[in-house]
């Protein structure tokens, strides 16, 4: 029993090596290994060899590896500045940041989104490279478990038992957090989840609906190209909810979601066009964009459709 013991002991690998010359711990040269004095994370055999290792390699101390505790303040000051990471560098690439490009960790570290993904793509042991605490899942595998979680509470709803506006305890603390995940994706750019928020406060589905909120989120979704969240922004300017009523911008937001084949944004346009609200005034137009949309199976559009076409000088009625 002692040999088997002992062989099982001889077998395990040994995972304390020196950080230099790679000398395993008990052997002859290096019978003790020691840690670094500066960061306690790397072992050395000897000072020399941490002398060495430490002209090769940046060692970072336990202090500037600690996440530094934000009052509110800072944290809402963060939020609301544009230009809050300008000046600063990324330190996995070293590169300058801005407020565009950088992701920030629950742990307040700052990197460039592009490099956050990079660590998630090649494993880098889902830590942040400072302080060591776990990287949250990605914003695309965010997105996909908070909307997970959230059909459920949708399927409460729609089997009749529960409301939104009444949710019971449990739903309603899976709504927040499908929200604290949504804010967190669309933190690091994911127009989904922003499109996602915008939903949830446009229709107060399990949050006090708020449409100021929601036109911010389907801005910075639509402003990324999201075709829905074109549309969605449109409405909002056409019926004033959230921002300044415009009919002007309606029609621009319109025209984007319909040029991405939008049926509902096509149709909406083709309304814009032929009444000339936000836009000049033409039949043609409207015609075309009606003809898209009712080639989508747009109902309402093909009703239209055959409207302009018997309108004296309309598109359809100069054939």
């Not at 509470?153 to 409301?163: I, K, P, Q, T, W």
Request: charged letters at 20%; aromatic letters at 8%.
């Amino acid at each position: 029993m002692a040999s088997k013991k002992q062989n099982k002991k001889n077998s395990a690998p040994n995972d304390k090596i020196c950080g230099n010359c790679s000398t395993p711990e008990g052997s002859t040269n290096a019978p003790r290994l020691s840690a670094c004095s500066r960061c306690s994370l790397v072992m050395y055999c000897s000072k020399d060899c941490q002398r060495a290792h430490l002209n090769k390699h940046y060692c970072i101390s336990k202090a500037d590896r600690a996440p530094r505790q934000q009052s509110t303040l800072e944290l809402n000051a963060s939020k609301t500045s544009a230009a809050s990471h300008d000046g600063n560098e990324c330190t996995i690439c070293v590169h300058p940041l801005s407020e565009a490009s950088a992701c920030t960790l629950p742990c307040t570290h700052v990197f460039h989104s592009t490099c956050v993904a990079q660590l998630r793509k090649y494993g880098v042991n889902e830590v942040c490279p400072l302080c060591r605490l776990p990287i949250p899942l990605g914003p695309e595998a965010l997105y996909d478990e908070c909307i997970r979680r959230f059909y459920l509470v949708e399927m409460l709803v729609e089997l009749g038992h529960a409301s939104w506006s009444a949710l019971p305890v449990s739903a309603q603390r899976e709504v927040d957090e499908v929200v604290t995940g949504w804010r967190a994706a669309a933190a690091e750019g994911l127009a989904l989840a922003q499109y996602g928020l915008g939903t949830l406060f446009e229709s107060g589905r399990g949050v006090g609906q708020d449409d100021r909120e929601a036109a911010r989120w389907f801005k910075k979704a639509a402003d990324q190209g999201h075709a829905q969240a074109q549309f969605n922004l449109g409405i909002l300017f056409k019926e004033g909810r959230g921002v300044a009523k415009s009919e002007v911008k309606a029609a621009q937001w319109y025209k984007k979601a319909a040029y991405q084949g939008v049926s509902e944004a096509q149709c909406a346009f083709e309304s814009c066009s032929f009444n000339g609200r936000g836009m000049a005034q033409s039949d043609f137009e409207a015609a075309e964009w009606y003809k898209k949309a009712a080639d989508q199976g747009h109902a309402f559009a093909r009703y239209n459709l055959a409207r302009t076409s018997v309108r004296p000088g309309t598109w359809r009625g100069a054939e």
